[in-house]
T-cell receptor, first 112, second 118 residues
């Protein structure tokens, strides 16, 4: 079945370590997105990408990095520069103008 | 810049009551789309409805209905005869159409946690 796969579902990181969250889609969508969800703050946009090898910063890009080397993959790296990385991270993809986005099941990152 | 505001952080009602979730948006774009998503406890967002800025016709889908009013920049969502299964977090979102070819930014509100009590 077509969809978006995020892995792992739960991730624990020690302070000072970088960690990469995986997002893969087999929907042949051009656009992909990363969001962070914290209680009471909704979904905040980290990075988004319209095409391969191109991406834009969202509203809270500091401390994060992404790459888009393949159309189906959009990994997010949470660097040690991100001061408060514990959150629920959601990846999404869409195709075309004004269409709805499809979401993965999310990765819950906890810094220990 | 675009902004979506869902002022109701949490709503709790008894089953079978009607409930309306408010959404107010801000954008300078003349062409844009509005969305509602549902997030059940599993975490994955589920798409409910899309509306473009030129279509102010209200829509009804079963127990769900949506009221889009461009004059007040609002896109409210009503659940009629609510059920326990409607309990979830609901998000309103906005995406402007880019003037030039490029990535479409998708902006979400803070979400409203809806609890339907038996």
């Amino acid at each position: 079945d077509g969809g978006i796969t995020q892995s792992p579902k739960y991730l624990f990181r020690k302070e000072g370590q970088n960690v990469t969250l995986s997002c893969e889609q087999n929907l042949n969508h051009d656009a992909m997105y990363w969001y962070r969800q914290d209680p009471g703050q909704g979904l905040r946009l980290i990075y988004y990408s319209q095409i391969v090898n191109d991406f834009q910063k969202g509203d809270i890009a500091e401390g994060y990095s992404v790459s888009r080397e393949k159309k189906e993959s959009f990994p997010l790296t949470v660097t040690s520069a991100q001061k408060n990385p514990t959150a629920f991270y959601l990846c999404a993809s869409k195709q075309g103008l004004g269409t709805e986005a499809f979401f993965g099941q999310g990765t819950r990152l906890t810094v220990v | 810049a675009q902004k979506v505001t869902q002022a109701q952080t949490e709503i709790s009602v008894v089953e079978k009551e009607d409930v309306t979730l408010d959404c107010v948006y801000e954008t300078r774009d003349t062409t844009y789309y509005l969305f509602w998503y549902k997030q059940p406890p599993s975490g994955e967002l589920v798409f409910l409805i899309r509306r473009n800025s030129f279509d102010e016709q209200n829509e009804i889908s079963g127990r769900y209905s949506w009221n889009f009013q461009k004059s007040t920049s609002s896109f409210n969502f009503t659940i009629t005869a609510s059920q326990v299964v409607d309990s979830a977090v609901y998000f309103c979102a906005l995406t402007p159409l880019p003037i030039i070819q490029g990535a479409q930014k998708l902006v979400f509100g803070q979400g409203t946690r809806l609890t339907i009590n038996p």
